[in-house]
């Protein structure tokens, strides 16, 4: 053992688990004497790091800045987004701005900020490898081994809780590969060093969401003698709804309303207000395209091109370009592109938070659809045997709604964890549910 066995274990060390991390040191500076949580986050980047292949230089939060890590769980906290300012010499400038949604660049500084001063609960350039049971004479499984791999070294870490936020992965379209000539917009800033001494011709960006579109802007941009195709299979962008009344669906107490909806409502609400998030744009980009691509024709050279309500239907990756092959929905014509970058701007998919945990995944169970099945407090549902508790950020969208991928909801979150935490370890054993 590296040390002695841990209150919890985070894997990954995205946001969420960030902050987690703020939250137990906020806790441990006003405990007294053994109340205390011991911690520790395993992050198999070298640094913290979130989003890096999408921080243009004029993309902006699409969540305000009080929607930080600490603020809607503690205002006063010394890691809100204000306190960062304060301490980078911007708190003035900032105010002055009249503006709720910072630069992403900036938030990730602050983020980057925040990290830095939780770094004694972090490893980073730690791959999770295994997560073993531990067993009592009962049989129960009262705490597990977590085998860590940094450097070469192998180190075991021992928990009561673990805490999952492994977040999200690129997801490409089915059958397509990524290579030098096929990107996911994750690697987009990347990649653009290794293709700008290359001259492109055109470039095709897959998709309708904030991602495509910030995406087919930047390109449009940076290589002012090439074309740019938009490939979606909407009419236009969609803009994202952002309005008062939508935006309470992101409130802490739509939580606790979603959790205890039906199964029937909750899909319904999800379809409502999907536009809130999934596949939109800002309608400032929205503008600025349409202004882009309106001047070109005034102009006679356009660059930019839009297939609308179209699909891509085929990629043939070449030595020195992609062909794309794609087809209107509407007519049925067929369209090649001969591109030297196909970038796909198609989402993410939340990775399965029970594929790290080893041994005990099997104890972890699943809803009839293969959900995790988890608790108000985002403790997973086990097996009696499992005495570990296992909570996951992430993976609960179906159970708790679509703040639970989000940052909208963090700050809250991890205090709930937290205080699921402690009453389980003030809690005498014989009262505390599996």
């Known amino acids: 053992m590296s040390e002695p066995e841990l209150d919890v274990v985070g894997i990954g060390f995205g946001p969420s688990n960030l902050a987690m991390a703020i939250a137990v040191t906020e806790h441990n500076d006003g405990a007294g004497p053994g109340g205390g949580v011991t911690a520790r986050f395993l992050e198999r980047q070298p640094a913290f790091g979130w989003h890096r292949g999408m921080l243009l230089d004029d993309a902006t939060m699409q969540v305000s800045f009080l929607k930080d890590l600490v ?30 949604f910072p630069l992403r660049v900036e938030f990730h500084d602050y983020f980057a900020w925040a990290a830095e001063q939780v770094a004694g609960q972090v490893t980073y350039d730690a791959e999770v490898l295994s997560v073993t049971p531990v067993e009592d004479a009962a049989g129960d499984v009262t705490a597990v081994d977590v085998l860590a791999r940094r450097a070469g070294r192998l180190v075991t870490h021992r928990a009561r809780n673990l805490v999952v936020g492994t977040g999200l992965r690129p997801r490409l379209p089915e059958g397509i590969t990524a290579s030098p000539r096929i990107w996911h917009t ?16 055109r470039f095709v960006v897959v998709g309708a969401g904030q991602s495509a579109a910030e995406a087919v802007a930047t390109l449009h941009g940076e290589f002012p003698e090439a074309e740019v195709y938009a490939v979606f299979s909407r009419y236009g962008y969609s803009p994202a709804d952002d309005s008062a009344f939508a935006n309470r669906i992101f409130d802490p107490d739509a939580v606790d309303e979603f959790y205890r909806a039906p199964e029937s409502v909750k899909q319904l609400l999800m379809e409502y207000h999907g536009n809130t998030n999934y596949s939109v744009v800002d309608i400032d980009l929205i503008n600025d395209l349409y202004r882009r691509a309106y001047q070109e024709k005034v102009l006679g050279r356009e660059r930019l091109r839009m297939l609308n309500v179209s699909r891509l239907t085929q990629v043939t990756d070449g030595p020195t370009g992609v062909t794309a092959t794609v087809r209107s929905l509407l007519t049925g014509e067929v369209t090649t592109l001969d591109a030297d970058v196909l970038v796909c701007a198609t989402g993410y998919h939340q990775a399965d938070p029970y594929a790290v945990l080893g041994g005990i995944a099997g104890l972890c169970l699943r809803d009839e659809q293969g959900r995790p099945k988890v608790g108000r407090d985002y403790r997973a549902a086990t097996d009696p045997r499992l005495r570990v508790g296992v909570y996951l950020q992430g993976g609960t969208e179906h159970s708790h709604g679509i703040t639970s991928a989000l940052l909208s909801n963090t700050a809250v979150r991890v205090g709930e964890i937290l205080e699921s935490v402690l009453a389980r370890r003030a809690a005498p054993a014989s009262l505390v549910p599996a």
């Not at 205002?75 to 105010?95: A, M």
């Not at 994750?186 to 011709?201: C, F, Q």
């Open 71 to 100: 603020t809607l769980r503690n205002p006063t906290s010394e890691f809100s987004f204000l306190r960062y300012l304060h301490s980078r010499g911007r708190l003035v400038d900032f105010i002055n701005h009249k503006n709720l």
């Open 186 to 201: 994750s690697d987009l800033l990347h990649n653009l060093p290794g293709i700008r001494d290359a001259r492109p011709r």
